[in-house]
T-cell receptor, first 113, second 111 residues
Framework: DGGITQSPKYLFRKEGQNVTLSCEQN?????MYWYRQDPGQGLRLIYY???????QKGDIAEGYSVSREKKESFPLTVTSAQKNPTAFYLCASSMDQGEEKLFFGSGTQLSVL | DAKTTQPTSMDCAEGRAANLPCNHS???????VYWYRQIHSQGPQYIIHGLKNNETNEMASLIITEDRKSSTLILPHATLRDTAVYYCIVPPIQGAQKLVFGQGTRLTINP
């Protein structure tokens, strides 16, 4: 089945540690996105990528980094500069940047130890 | 931006039709209305979208008023699995990075 796979489901970060969240899609979509969701809140855009080797900052990019070396993969690194990383992280993709029908992964819950 | 307004929460009995309203009074002529839902601890799921005409798919129906200032998402026979947060979104310009997932409506389907 085609879809988006996020791993791990749960992740714990120690103080001062960088952690990387995985996002893989086999939908052959050009565009991919990362969102952050805090409890009881909506989604906020962290980064998005319209095509391989290109990505743009979203509304809350500080303390995060991404790469897009392959069409299928868009990993998100939560750096030690992100002082409040505890949140639910969601990855999504769309056929292209102009397509507003998004397909989401099942999310990664990141917590700080 | 075409801001949307939705009720914070709604309840519906299982087997009945769930009607979720959304106001978007500042919508412009070429802006679509999108609906997504998010079941607890999962990623959002696309439901339906429309421009002017009513739309129906296997999940739901979307009714858009003639002046396009409001719309209603209809789940014709709600089940317990339809309990979720429903987001009504009007992207200002074409581009998925402009989708704003606000607070949405928390729909609870009661047995």
């Amino acid at each position: 089945d085609g879809g988006i796979t996020q791993s791990p489901k749960y992740l714990f970060r120690k103080e001062g540690q960088n952690v990387t969240l995985s996002c893989e899609q086999n939908l052959n979509h050009d565009a991919m996105y990362w969102y952050r969701q805090d409890p009881g809140q909506g989604l906020r855009l962290i980064y998005y990528s319209q095509i391989v080797n290109d990505f743009q900052k979203g509304d809350i990019a500080e303390g995060y980094s991404v790469s897009r070396e392959k069409k299928e993969s868009f990993p998100l690194t939560v750096t030690s500069a992100q002082k409040n990383p505890t949140a639910f992280y969601l990855c999504a993709s769309s056929m292209d940047q102009g397509e507003e029908k998004l397909f989401f992964g099942s999310g990664t819950q990141l917590s700080v130890l | 931006d075409a801001k949307t307004t939705q009720p914070t929460s709604m309840d519906c009995a299982e087997g009945r039709a769930a009607n979720l309203p959304c106001n978007h009074s500042t919508i412009s002529g070429n802006e679509y209305v999108y609906w997504y839902r998010q079941i607890h601890s999962q990623g959002p799921q696309y439901i339906i979208h429309g421009l002017k005409n009513n739309e129906t798919n296997e999940m739901a129906s979307l009714i858009i008023t003639e002046d396009r200032k409001s719309s209603t998402l209809i789940l014709p026979h709600a089940t317990l699995r339809d309990t979720a947060v429903y987001y009504c979104i009007v992207p200002p310009i074409q581009g998925a990075q402009k989708l704003v997932f606000g607070q949405g409506t928390r729909l609870t389907i009661n047995p």
